[in-house]
């Protein structure tokens, strides 16, 4: 079975620098693999392990993405290879967007039995495009999957609700986005970050996929701006559990916020 692994490689959300007049400011920003991403890496691993299965991770995005410290940090992880597309078009990419260009690799990589995504990426977190690529390659799609099993040319599945655990049966080939609770991912050893470096990886750009630039996007982002700061209040409330309680509730009160 072929598994490909979709990857978000973002900026960490601790180096971004809010600056006085609300923008925003990725300069210093080092980028990384996003945390959800992580998960559906070790769920592709996991699954290959027990069914002697072959892993690609997969990842769109500007030229960051191609550096040889993140490549060897998400083949340490599991993968048997990774198939990058760098191009700067992919700056800012909207879901749209980036689901066509993971949709056009997954073709040419020449398809896959399974695809997995994160529920969201780290920096902005739509949930949108393990969704949208399942529709662009016309295959079945379930989102927020706590679970995963191979139950002979099927998946059984399991999603996890407010009150009840949903288990559904999925035909391969399928596309599934896997939510936080799915597993922890496991660091990788000191054999397996060796081992990184010999397997082997792809690098295409959006010619190469028969995309042209610019890439057609469905949402206009017209700024982007921090939230405005504020002087706190500082205001320490203690005693008993339902005296605290009273008093806050006079205090917002008093402050008009209820």
């Excluded at 959800?36 to 030229?63: F, K, M, N, W």
């Excluded at 995963?148 to 099927?154: P, V």
Aim: with cysteine.
């Amino acid at each position: 079975m072929k598994i490909v692994v979709c990857v978000k490689i973002t900026p960490d959300a601790g180096d971004i620098e809010a600056r006085p007049d609300g923008s925003i400011s990725l300069e210093k920003a080092e980028w990384t693999i996003g945390g959800l991403d992580l998960q559906a890496v070790e769920a592709a691993v996991q699954l290959a392990e027990a069914t002697s299965s072959q892993v690609i991770a997969l990842s769109a995005g500007p030229s960051p993405v191609g550096s040889s410290k993140l490549r060897k940090d998400l083949l340490s992880r599991g993968p048997d290879e990774l198939v990058l597309v760098v191009d700067e078009a992919l700056r800012g990419a909207d879901t749209a967007a980036t689901a066509a260009v993971l949709a056009a690799a997954v073709r040419k990589i020449g398809g896959a039995d399974l695809v997995l995504a994160g529920e969201g990426s780290a920096d902005l977190y739509f949930q949108q495009v393990g969704l949208q690529l399942g529709e662009r390659l016309d295959l079945p799609t379930l989102n927020a999957v706590t679970r995963i099993a191979l139950e002979g040319d099927h998946l059984l599945v399991e999603r996890t609700l407010e009150d009840a655990v949903e288990v559904l049966e999925a035909p391969l080939p399928a596309v599934l986005s896997l939510a936080a609770e799915v597993n922890q991912p496991r660091l990788p050893t000191m054999k397996m970050i060796l081992m990184a470096g010999k397997k082997p990886v792809t690098q295409w750009s959006l010619a190469d996929l028969g995309i042209s630039s610019p890439l057609e996007e469905s949402i206009q982002v017209i700024s982007t701006q921090a939230p405005p700061r504020r002087q706190r209040k500082q205001v320490v409330i203690t005693g008993a559990a339902g005296e605290a309680a009273a008093a806050l509730a006079g205090y917002l009160g008093k402050e008009g916020i209820i």
